[in-house]
């Protein structure tokens, strides 16, 4: 049976409802599956429901970022980092505090980031964004609000023609900081509510990983041991970024340090990746579940 632990549906930057995520699950021959939505558990419950419908194992799932400083490169600055989170309680009421306080920082970032490209839209003549737009994006927001909801707002009013050009042309210049978590603050959250914590896609060539500090996989792994042990429970060697370099690699770092691993497509929209990223079967018994 197949495995995908990394998925993200419409509850924060996906553009998969459920049902569709699990018609997948279904047609990929999936036995076990978790959706990670940013900053959001809204989605769990009714996808645990639906997992059991359909007969596959499920593990709640999160992700969260992390603002991320080694001392060794604090010159550098800090870089942002994403964790996965399973197998927490979703009623943890510290967990639940934080994730209210994330959403409604992320709708006034929102505000702000509008105001950004209304500068960029001032300058190319165009018609500026009202807070009637505001609310219009706010309402196709199902769980986190992000930049890829002002992304397809931005194509269905006809400013861009996809969310790739979007990020290109406006989302990228005119971003504003997420708000600052801490690696410590959040094993703190997830492990205060039962959950495991893992290091997300450490060596993703374009997103959120150790290759902004370096590319050197080793290097990488030096960091982890010195700054994130006592904080998390693994990391995730198979992504659709990591090339078979880096999984080995990691797979290899993780067994000398104890830790777990884990494994996904990290799935948002087109094109549907769920379940191609081939995760071997002893990572659900690392969780307990048998396939």
Same mark, same amino acid.
């Given at each position: 049976?197949?495995?995908?632990?990394h998925i993200?549906?419409?509850?924060?930057d996906?553009?998969?409802?459920?049902?569709?995520?699990?018609?997948?699950?279904?047609?990929k021959?999936? *036995?076990?599956?978790?959706?990670?939505?940013?900053?959001?558990?809204?989605?769990?419950?009714?996808?645990?429901?639906i997992?059991?419908?359909?007969? @596959?194992?499920?593990l709640?799932?999160?992700?969260l970022?992390?603002?991320?400083?080694?001392?060794?490169?604090?010159?550098?600055?800090?870089?942002?980092?994403?964790?996965?989170?399973?197998?927490?309680?979703?009623?943890?009421?510290?967990?639940?505090?934080?994730?209210?306080?994330?959403?409604?920082?992320?709708?006034?970032?929102?505000?702000?980031?509008?105001?950004?490209?209304?500068?960029?839209?001032?300058?190319?003549?165009?018609?500026k964004?009202?807070?009637?737009?505001?609310e219009?994006?706010?309402?196709?927001?199902?769980?986190?609000?992000?930049?890829?909801?002002i992304?397809?707002?931005?194509?269905?009013?006809? @400013?861009?023609s996809?969310?790739?050009?979007?990020?290109?042309?406006?989302?990228?210049?005119?971003?504003?900081?997420?708000?600052?978590?801490?690696?410590?603050?959040?094993?703190?959250?997830?492990?205060?509510?039962g959950?495991?914590?893992?290091?997300?896609?450490?060596?993703?060539?374009?997103?959120?990983?150790?290759?902004?500090?370096?590319?050197?996989?080793?290097?990488?792994?030096?960091?982890?041991?010195?700054t994130?042990?006592?904080?998390?429970?693994?990391?995730?060697?198979?992504?659709?970024?990591?090339?078979?370099?880096?999984t080995?690699?990691?797979?290899?770092?993780a067994?000398?340090?104890?830790?777990?691993?884990? *494994?996904?497509?990290?799935?948002?929209?087109?094109?549907?990746l769920? *379940?191609?990223v081939d995760?071997p079967?002893?990572?659900?018994?690392?969780?307990?579940?048998?396939?």
């Open positions: 049976m197949k495995i995908d632990l993200h549906s419409r509850c924060s996906g553009k998969l409802t459920l049902n569709a995520i699990f018609k997948e699950a279904v047609k021959g999936l *036995g076990l599956i978790s959706i990670t939505d940013h900053d959001s558990i809204d989605c769990q419950v009714d996808a645990r429901r997992a059991e419908r359909y007969g @596959i194992s499920y709640y799932g999160l992700e970022n992390v603002s991320f400083s080694p001392p060794a490169y604090k010159d550098m600055g800090p870089i942002s980092l994403d964790f996965l989170a399973y197998q927490y309680d979703i009623h943890s009421k510290p967990l639940m505090i934080r994730l209210n306080e994330l959403r409604e920082y992320r709708k006034k970032r929102a505000e702000k980031i509008l105001d950004n490209i209304n500068r960029e839209l001032v300058e190319e003549r165009l018609k964004f009202t807070h009637k737009d505001l219009k994006i706010e309402k196709s927001v199902h769980g986190a609000f992000g930049r890829p909801h992304a397809d707002y931005m194509v269905n009013k006809g @400013i861009v996809s969310r790739k050009e979007a990020f290109n042309r406006y989302l990228v210049k005119c971003n504003v900081p997420k708000m600052p978590l801490t690696l410590a603050e959040v094993s703190r959250l997830v492990k205060g509510a959950g495991k914590l893992f290091l997300a896609h450490p060596n993703h060539p374009r997103g959120t990983s150790l290759i902004k500090i370096s590319a050197d996989l080793k290097e990488q792994q030096r960091i982890i041991n010195e994130m042990i006592p904080y998390i429970d693994g990391v995730e060697c198979w992504h659709s970024a990591h090339d078979q370099e880096s080995s690699s990691y797979i290899k770092f067994q000398e340090a104890g830790l777990m691993v884990t *494994g996904g497509s990290d799935c948002h929209q087109q094109p549907v769920i *379940g191609t995760v079967d002893y990572v659900a018994k690392q969780f307990n579940i048998d396939l």
